[in-house]
């Protein structure tokens, strides 16, 4: 039997964190012992504990602390962080750390040095010449690359509870459809506002049922009013935003009459056609043939849109990024600055977007299926915010909070 | 081999009866001849057909004309119908024809004598003292009613697609989340306002999410406006409804504050045992101790209700008919003159209600998740409007085009 | 500012008891200071808390402590359990306790009595003459009993999470359809042989599904072979599995072909009205009209069944008991006894039922849709685990680990 | 008002195609005349009508013959297909034909000329060289190339439904979680075996949920049996694959105790990183790496696969095509010869696939969510059959049926 001691600090028992610790080290077939405890006696105060992990054998007692760490369990004979080589482009050392979205420090010299751009599933190069750390995701490890090894070393700070409740942390704890949405809808309007207005950067990652419900000319609005930095999509939002624009139709639908009018489903490919003849999106916009909608309004009021292609795509548009390994990278440059995100009817794109963002975004998840917002909002951290709605009445809904018709 | 000629008249094409037809032949194992065919040349023009129909044996031959029958396929030579007395209280004769809910004859003495109160799942009593036909339901049978037996002398007309589009016909077709809702909504409000200046009366059946979403306050503007003159629900919605109208919240929720309250749960059933403490719904109201919501303006306005209770209930409240068999003969007569059915989140009591209910009732089908709606929207009759959205935007929708708030 | 001093004591940190308290008084609105706090430091180690809770005013307070004390938290000046005579049948006094799953006690004359019959809402009704206490429904209290209002003097003791890891603990954390179903199968399995082997009684709750999918053989050989004392179901189930017996189809589908039949959809009418003409189905087993199928292995093999009716029944089945509130006293008598449930695909009388049974209630909830299993498989306790998969393999499956073919 | 006769051959009544045409017709504001219409009298005889079609002006006339065009309505007064020359890389003309994925023809020099390789959403280009006309994807057309422009002089033959009724048309026509599945997946093996011994190709579209349900070894069986011979998927799947044959998990469960087990999530990118140190599956396959799952079975048996990338993988495998045009070039190649298409648990390369396939090739799509076999199994043709179900036990069956254990 082999045993570590390790350290808990912060709202350690209201935030669960506790109890999570505990739970993973059973269920990983290791023992506990609490060696002392000092818990917050008000909501503000935190907490610390020592808590000594036994397993069986030093393989299980590393596993155990990986999985702990995660959850800001520090061994309190703390070694230094482990750097090794990597070998071969591309590809990570053996036993390399593998990295959360929480922020994340390594030991080196004695000193702990915080990891830039939080992101979960890469590794932690550090540069000896500067000092400095930083997330690398496996595609871009280089040769030579100090890559962290082992658990050591590496302290990580899962996002407490907030001491005041927020209605981030009531609707992230239970995905439901039958809940008072209006008031949750005005509650994420007033959040967009502060965040806007302490300088953040808000991302939309947006789905083309967005288009289809009707809803593309509320996000219009959303964006011309200055709420919207940053936009993730693929092919299909913008394709069908552009086809609307043109021919009025989704999907060969008119979103006017709510019924299917001639050649509907051909428009869809007519209008890529028409934007790879002109050479782009922005250039369809300079030549005054793209005129309205969501991407128009992207090139007018200095969006920062990527569009990532999928497999499914037709055309695609020339703004695409049909290589994902290009596109993540793309993305990963767009979210610096982002501390709002609101996915909106996309499975695909939100996923990805969920699996580069540092946890400390606060996230906005809306969709007419539940499942999609249960695996959206389950980021282990309490910033993340579930609505389970249809698309249209929520968009109108912000917009209306947002930016006001009558100019209130 | 046995045969029968069978005649079909109407829009028989273009509403795919025919089709639905010689489809119906060949799955159950028979042949077909078309011997006459003359279609209506241009839409608004009937058409009709002979087809002859083949099968092994009688039996076969008959559970085929059996089904076709249902299709309005009428046999040429037209025996009258059989009627057998029934010889034990609430059990049918073998063999007793089962009925659909589309408008029915029975022939009798070479006349065709309509079936009163269409009825799916009935059988056919015949009154001979009168010459009047009617559904009855198994449990009402008496002994030595003159039951119909067999298919023969017993004709059927479905329900033809109509000659001008219309978005009954439209949103029928395809169930789906990603549609443009709004305009939907508006053809919706205008069927009902059209509906109600012919006199029809309106049903609404709804379940406890109208509540639980803020949507009651809707709903009772549209009752308050008179839009509403029957209404189906389970003690559910009525507890919540009360809950709210008490305590401003819903399963402990608070619709305002949109986070749950104090002693949540438990007002739910404070709220019936207030209820029950006072004799009945009508009787708070009367007694000045239940002053808003769904329930008070169905008393104060007039509107028939009857709530049906089930297997899962709390309390119930008072007015709640536990038997289930009363419960549905309340609901049989409450539905006499209704034209317009709206169900909203309610599985159990949408479908009973759609058991019922004739199928030329036009029937507006509204849930978040599309399972519910597919099964409720699927009628075989092209009356039937099936919308996947949120319950709270949906009737904030309605109303606001029934009712508009500014008095337009 | 209020304050009040509670207890807490067991697994409180690991089973997440002291943090959902702690979390319970902020959400609504009180604020806490723990005053003393014993860990057990091996996770077999019970702990001890003392939690002072602070509140505006009284009101609140007792709302809080209301809360709380649903997870055990005693307050430690420790009052009598107040008791108020009710005044109307069927009504409960104002501020009447109500009660949880959990097993409870009042304190009487400074001594804990234990409430028989742990149900939730429900009020607790203490009998002086024989000093017994036990839960009472709404509908069933009589003017005069003795009813227990506030929370003074009421001790309720959730259920920890046991100190080994089970597979009930772990699934019920996790409901999705992606995961390695096999084996949880096979663990559930042991579960009931060992529950069987200690003398308990399985329940089961069925929906017509379970025919539909063609999995009623299944379910007959686990009835066959003694593995349920109880069948809780509606007329749907059983109506369905009678047509099944009588005329090899479900709804109409042939189960051997995959193909729908001629008559189809009147089998199952035909099927009810054979029934009737019996006099029910124990009836229409003896007579030798019912040969084979779920009910039939009920009557044979002892099975006690109840039939709740819905509002949306045909016929129905002369067993099907009409009356909601009849039907729920039934199930409340059979459930007697059980230690394991097993809910398939059935919505309304699995909601039923989990609201009737004890917590301490194994529960196992299976279902095709997710939404079900999180909706039934949250009970507030360790015991219930969902599988979100389809009934007839399921069924296949754990009939083939409890009855093996080949007489393994 | 302007008008065009068009004329329609085949099983145009029982096939539904005259009733859609009149339909479609209607719809997009056209009337019609049926000028001559002689019905097949038996099930195996062929139906011809002819339908003049009238609309208010060309433009409108010119929608509703592209419309009905899809359907096989041919205009009488026949037209040579107009062609085009594309004056820019990678964009059609405008006007261009947009394609089905039925069989098609076009009219040169008063002959029909078939359409090679049918794919929907596609331009058709006629080579003047060789005289042979095939699709054209977007992004592959080529400056100079002579485009199809219109719908004059283009022929297509939707797919009729058979005389014989199968299991593909019965399934196609209601999907529902409540069938008898059993059946149908021994109806399912049975075509595939048929479909091999006709030297067609089978390919198979997985998604990760294969290896998450603990169905990987059933495919791997079916793949060893020589019943797969084309595999498409993403990065997802190999990956899961991989990281279960390495560590015997799957997003670090353990397939076997059906637990998380230590280190569980990071396995994931250790399989991928160790794959990108050998250079790829294959590699790692013939350097005694990789020695089992359905990677390596795809590997030693010869079956040809393609990873198409997304937006959210990590990694990726090397073996993985990041560039989705390059990728979707690479699925056309592979699917020549293909005549049975099994699309198990994967939406986005479903959909994909479903995309570039002809309506010939019969589709099976499996998934326990409704929505997405809706989805995949609506191809407007009879090839397409739709099961509710898990994918585990769809996958035992299937394997059990093609290479039963037992040497059957």
Chains 1, 2, 3, 4 share one sequence.
Not at 17 to 23: A, G, M, S
Not at 138 to 160: F, L, S, Y
Not at 292 to 308: E, S
């Amino acid at each position: 039997m082999v045993s570590e001691t390790v350290e808990l600090r912060g709202h350690i028992i209201d935030s669960l964190i506790l109890p999570k610790v505990l739970d993973e080290i059973m269920t990983l077939g290791g023992t506990f012992e609490i060696l002392h405890l000092t818990v917050g006696q008000r909501r503000e105060d935190a907490s610390r504990a020592e808590v000594r992990v036994t397993a069986p054998d030093a393989q299980r007692l590393d596993a155990i602390l990986g999985r702990i760490g995660q959850h800001g369990a520090v061994p309190l004979a703390g070694d230094e962080a482990r750097l090794v080589p990597a070998d071969v482009d591309g590809v990570f050392p053996d036993g390399f750390y593998c990295s959360s979205h929480f922020e994340t420090w390594i030991k080196r010299h004695g000193q702990w040095v915080a990891v830039e751009r939080p992101e979960m599933d890469c590794g932690i190069r550090f540069d000896p010449a500067t000092g400095r750390a930083s997330t690398v995701p496996m595609h871009r490890v280089r040769r030579g690359d100090r890559i962290v090894v082992g658990h050591a070393g590496v302290k990580v700070a899962p996002i407490d509870r907030s001491p005041e409740r927020n209605v981030f942390e009531f609707m992230a704890s239970n995905v439901s459809s039958e809940k008072p949405k209006a008031v949750v809808i005005r509650e994420m309007a007033a959040h967009i506002k502060t965040a806007r207005a302490a300088g953040g950067k808000v991302l939309v990652v947006a789905g083309p049922a967005v288009i289809h419900t009707g809803a593309g000319g509320h996000l219009e609005r959303v964006i011309a009013a200055g709420y919207v930095q940053v936009l993730f999509a693929g092919n299909a939002l913008a394709a069908h935003d552009i086809e609307q624009a043109f021919y009025g139709t989704s999907l060969g639908m008119s979103l006017e009459a709510g019924m299917p009018v001639d050649e509907g489903h051909e428009h869809h490919l007519r209008a890529i056609n028409t934007i790879r003849r002109a050479g782009g999106i922005r250039q369809a916009v300079e030549q005054g043939i793209l005129k309205r909608g969501i991407m128009h309004a992207c090139v007018v009021h200095g969006v920062d849109y990527v569009l990532a292609g999928s497999i499914r795509d037709d055309g695609p548009l020339p703004d695409v990024i049909t290589d994902m390994v290009t596109a993540q990278d793309a993305m990963r440059e767009k979210i610096r600055g982002v501390t709002v995100g609101i996915m909106i009817a996309s499975t695909l794109h939100s996923i990805a977007t969920g699996n580069i963002l540092p946890a400390s975004v606060k996230l906005i998840c809306v969709d007419i299926n539940p499942a999609v917002v249960t695996k959206l909002a389950d980021r282990g951290s309490f910033q993340a915010m579930g609505l389970v709605t249809d698309v249209e009445p929520f968009l109108r809904a912000l917009a209306e909070h947002l930016v006001p018709v009558n100019g209130r």
